[in-house]
């Protein structure tokens, strides 16, 4: 069966795939792959059935979900209608004097063959730093994802906040009990809606869409869009 894997965009999605071959001598062997992008493990696969050899073949992604390859090809045609090749910048302020803070959040995806950009701010209440603020904008990302009913995705993650990057990576460890609260709650809405977060640490001058979303949110500005973009 030949499929031509360019006419749908593909999910960013890792898989690995799980051989079961049988040699010339009938010895059963089971052979496992590296870490795949989607393309590359449907090729894979194409090419393992060519030998002839097959008995099974099996793949599992991040959450060791197990797929068949009739079920990633109708997951592809299912993904092309839905939102995809999401990414997300966010940012917040916080306003000592007034102790009210700004959530910034810009999210990128493609959707039917066209781009679009949804824009998303909101002044909050109950924070004490600009820390606890920037976690509440990457909170507040992750909400958007669930009400855009996004799953079984990787998410790019962009913002200039080494805090929270580093914190809700693992790379850094958190003392702060504020901050172990937003950890939670965000880990607890990605593995329900079974999402990977790939973040990307930008300069200050490159995130300055969230910011301003952010700033505009201290002002009393609300701004909630979404427009297709080239």
């Given amino acids: 069966m030949n499929i031509d894997y360019s006419l749908g965009k593909v999910s960013n ?3 690995k795939i799980s051989w079961k071959y049988i040699t ?3 010895y059963q062997i089971t052979l496992d792959t590296d870490w795949l992008e989607i ?6 696969a194409e090419d393992f059935e060519s030998t002839g050899r097959t008995k099974e073949i099996i793949f599992l992604d991040q959450f060791d979900t197990q797929w068949t390859k009739k079920q990633i090809i109708k997951y592809l045609k299912e993904l092309e209608d839905e939102p995809h090749d999401i990414v997300i910048y966010f940012d917040g302020g916080f306003d000592i004097q007034t102790g009210i ?11 039917n063959g066209k781009k679009y950009r949804k824009r998303y701010n909101e002044k909050l209440s109950g924070l004490s730093t600009n820390n606890e603020a920037e976690f509440a904008a990457l909170e507040n990302a992750i909400f958007l994802l669930e009400e855009m009913n996004i799953t079984g995705q990787t998410i790019a993650v962009k913002g200039d906040s080494q805090v929270v990057m580093n914190q809700v990576s693992g790379d850094w460890p958190c003392y702060e009990e504020q901050h172990e609260r937003f950890i939670n709650r965000i880990e607890k809405k990605c593995k329900e809606y079974k999402l990977t977060l790939q973040f990307e640490l930008l300069k200050r001058n490159d995130n300055k869409e969230a910011h301003n979303l952010a700033t505009s949110a201290l002002k009393g500005n609300k701004i909630e869009s979404t427009i297709e973009v080239t």
């Fill in 13 to 15: 999605m890792k898989l």
């Fill in 24 to 26: 010339k001598k009938k």
């Fill in 39 to 44: 393309k590359e493990a449907l090729l894979l």
């Fill in 101 to 111: 803070s700004g959530v910034g959040v810009s999210v990128y995806f493609q959707q």
